[in-house]
């Protein structure tokens, strides 16, 4: 008989978790609901889902990828949004550390638009509560769901 390792164990979870996150309702910042303590959530604009992230402090991390005062270690989705927005418009951003150019001014008016978008978008949440779990399954959601705004590099 085959052991079944903690690895397999995660492994077997991950579309249940996956049809609970795709099934959960569509939650907006100004009606999050029941929203769980600990787990994942994905960010859906026009239906569609573009960001995927973890947390054990649901609520309060939803929050801060919009509050205006969130910074670029807070609210990175609307910084890599804020960055894209800047390429497509064709400006040339300075070669700076993330938390000096978060206070560009060229910069500043595309992070704080982009915090505004993210504020506008609908979120799905499924309640994950072991780090391994959440871990595994956040690769697995953006990887399954095709969330072009996760790429997992460092900053």
Do not use: C, W
């Not at 077997?12 to 959530?41: D, T």
């Not at 205006?68 to 800047?86: D, I, Q, R």
């Not at 499924?126 to 996760?150: G, K, M, S, W």
Request: no cysteine.
């Amino acid at each position: 008989m085959e052991t079944i390792t903690r690895f397999d164990e995660v492994i077997e979870k991950l579309p249940v978790f996956l049809n609970s996150l795709r099934s959960s309702p569509a939650l907006n910042r100004n009606n999050l609901g029941q929203v769980p303590k600990r787990g994942i959530y994905a960010f859906y604009e026009e239906e569609v889902p573009i960001y995927v992230g973890r947390s054990d402090r649901l609520r309060k991390r939803l929050f801060e990828h919009s509050q205006p005062g969130s910074t670029h270690n807070s609210a990175t989705f609307a910084f890599n949004l804020a960055v894209e927005e800047a390429d497509k418009r064709g400006i040339q951003l300075p070669s700076l550390p993330r938390e000096t150019l978060q206070h560009d001014p060229a910069f500043r008016e595309l992070y704080s638009r982009a915090k505004e978008r993210v504020s506008r978008m609908d979120i799905r949440v499924v309640e994950v509560t072991d780090p391994i779990d959440q871990t595994v399954f956040e690769v697995y959601a953006a990887l399954e769901l095709e969330t072009p705004y996760n790429t997992f590099e460092n900053h």
